[in-house]
């Protein structure tokens, strides 16, 4: 049968094709170019981690064994800014006010934002808008604009000496009172309760309500199935947000600085870790001594962290 003009045109003489068997895309292959994408979307991160974290903490370390004071070349000293620490008196006051703080906000932040996910969790209508409501003050609470709002409001003649003073009680300053002033910034870490709040919420629509709707067969009380069934089951978002709200409260240092004006008074009263680590840096320019504060910080934040994992062995109930 011969062929026609377009069927001979067609076809591709015998020293055109190619040689071999066709090439076929292996799944080795496609996962290696995946893996080459995602590498080059990963490279600002890397890039960041290398030049901006982990060089300036490899510098920070060598400083901490050094006297440098910024005009000057570090001077090697060796373990003299750690023993340093045992004398002073600020560095153990700063430890102090900081424990005091991160012991008490952190857990009436979480039971607060507990609290709240629990009400919220009822199905209210406009669930949205309290949610997105409710998680605004984490997002604002570590700025200049709330902390400078704080000092006004706790002021001499602020918001709440007004509403006392409407009922016959007579206020105080409680930012210059040493028995008051750090209260007043544990108020502003468990009013920044958003972030925490949302998580349990999105912990708590995961219960299952077959589990609920057993245990009232049971005749369990809504208490009983709080403590039977809510509680077991939202420990490992319990442990995720204890985890992140006490290293976040470890590092707090805005609102210290700004309502106490950077001094950390009265009386030292609000005189956070991380502030006496600023004014050692930049107020003192004992940058050696700073660095060997903050790597104490560090220390104490992984050796706090490394003992709730421990911990949570005996408390956190995962799905198996």
Do not use: C
Not at 35 to 45: E, K
Not at 132 to 144: D, E, I, K, T, W
Not at 281 to 294: E, K, Q, R, T
Request: glycine residues 8%.
């Amino acid at each position: 049968m011969t062929k026609t003009v377009e069927e001979a045109a067609d076809v591709q003489p015998v020293w055109q094709r190619p040689s071999g068997p066709p090439k076929k895309t292996t799944r080795k292959s496609t996962l290696g170019r995946q893996d080459g994408v995602a590498h080059v979307f990963m490279l600002p991160w890397l890039l960041g981690l290398v030049f901006i974290t982990s060089v300036p903490m490899l510098a920070s370390l060598y400083l901490s064994f050094t006297n440098y004071n910024i005009m000057g070349s570090p001077e090697w000293t060796g373990l003299a800014n750690y023993e340093r620490m045992a004398g002073d008196d600020r560095f153990w006051s700063a430890a102090q006010v900081t424990a005091t703080y991160v012991l008490v906000s952190v857990p009436l932040q979480l039971a607060f934002a507990l609290g709240l996910a629990l009400i919220l969790d009822r199905g209210l209508k406009g669930l949205t808008f309290y949610r997105s409501a409710y998680y605004l003050p984490s997002l604002l609470g570590a700025s200049v604009a709330v902390a400078v709002l704080w000092r006004q409001v706790f002021g001499h003649s602020g918001l709440i000496n007004q509403m006392l003073e409407m009922i016959g009680i007579q206020g105080t300053n409680w930012l210059q009172n040493p028995d008051t002033a750090l209260s007043t910034l544990i108020i502003l870490n468990v009013w920044t309760f958003g972030a925490p709040m949302v998580i349990f919420l999105a912990g708590l629509r995961q219960i299952p309500e077959e589990l609920y709707e057993a245990a009232r067969v049971d005749g369990a009380s809504v208490v009983r199935q709080f403590g039977s069934v809510t509680i077991p089951l939202l420990t490992p978002i319990i442990f995720f947000n204890l985890i992140l709200q006490t290293i976040g409260s470890f590092q707090a240092f805005t609102q210290a600085h700004v309502v106490s004006g950077g001094t950390g008074g009265p009386v030292d009263s609000t005189l956070f870790y991380t502030l006496y680590i600023y004014q050692q840096a930049f107020v003192n320019f004992d940058m050696g001594y700073a660095s060997a504060l903050a790597w104490v910080l560090l220390l104490v934040i992984a050796l706090i962290t490394g003992v709730h994992f421990l911990l949570s062995k005996y408390w956190v109930f995962y799905g198996d």
